[in-house]
């Protein structure tokens, strides 16, 4: 299995683009999480979905924060317009069930830059 | 709230001393209790996990982990350090939520210095 795989690995934009973080979780799994790590702030929960449903968004940050997954292969972390203060690391996570005894497993993270 | 901490920013330990890495919760019901392991420029791993059963869990790499429920802690430990052991190191907590659903929050995280 190729894991969790994200895309962009690096991304530099200015200040007041569009930026688009995606991602595909292991096959499969059908919850996924998006991450923020920074360091100040650690590793935050942004949001989550089960069955391709978003279940908790109380992490996003703000409304310039958009999060979807149209189907169970595929979801996005949209910024619009970006921040400087968004630079970070945004990692996804899949799991393979809901269950609480399950492990989620992240992909490589797209470290974003805002200039 | 329910939450993880791990109260120590970074540990430093000789090779081949054993090691400990501190995590403590605060969950309502029984705990789901995770560690993962990040390298440089890396995504997180898994390592262990303490679901029920035997307080004593052992993970990847010759971790282990030990869950004490009158200390609501879940320390990381491993009998003899390794330089590559060198790596930023997360606790975690399965959280339940209504609806049935559940998401998995992360301590501060600690830095483990192994030193030659």
């Known amino acids: 299995d190729a894991g969790v795989i994200q895309s962009p690995r690096h991304e530099v934009t200015e200040m007041g683009q569009e930026v688009t973080l995606r991602c595909k979780p292991i096959?499969?799994?059908?919850?996924l999480f998006w991450y923020r790590q920074t360091m100040m702030r650690g590793l935050e929960l942004l949001i989550y979905?089960?069955?391709?449903?978003?279940?908790?968004d109380s992490g996003m940050p703000e409304d310039r924060f958009s999060a979807k997954m149209p189907n169970a292969s595929f979801s996005t972390l949209k910024i619009q317009p970006s921040e400087p203060r968004d630079s970070a690391v945004y990692f996804c996570?899949?799991?393979?069930?809901?269950?609480?005894?399950?492990?989620?497993?992240f992909g490589q993270g797209t470290r974003l830059t805002v200039v | 709230a329910q939450s993880v901490a791990q109260p120590e920013d970074q540990v430093n330990v000789a090779e081949g001393n054993p090691l400990t890495v501190k995590c403590t919760y605060s969950?309502?019901?029984?705990?789901?209790l995770f560690w993962y392991v990040q390298y440089p420029n890396r995504g997180l791993q898994f390592l262990l996990k303490?679901?029920?059963?035997?307080?004593l869990v052992k993970g990847s790499y010759g971790f282990e982990a030990e869950f004490n429920k009158s200390q609501t802690s879940f320390h990381l430990k491993k009998p003899s350090a390794l330089v590559s052991d060198s790596a930023l190191y997360f606790c975690?907590?399965?959280?339940?939520?209504?609806?049935?659903?559940?998401?998995?929050?992360f301590g501060a995280g600690t830095r483990l210095a192994v030193h030659p």
């Open positions: 996570a899949s799991s393979l069930v809901p269950g609480r005894a399950s492990e989620a497993f």
């Open positions: 096959s499969g799994h059908n919850s």
């Open positions: 979905f089960n069955n391709n449903v978003p279940i908790d």
């Open positions: 969950v309502s019901g029984n705990p789901y």
């Open positions: 303490y679901i029920t059963g035997d307080n």
């Open positions: 975690a907590v399965r959280v339940a939520e209504v609806g049935g659903y559940n998401k998995l929050i």
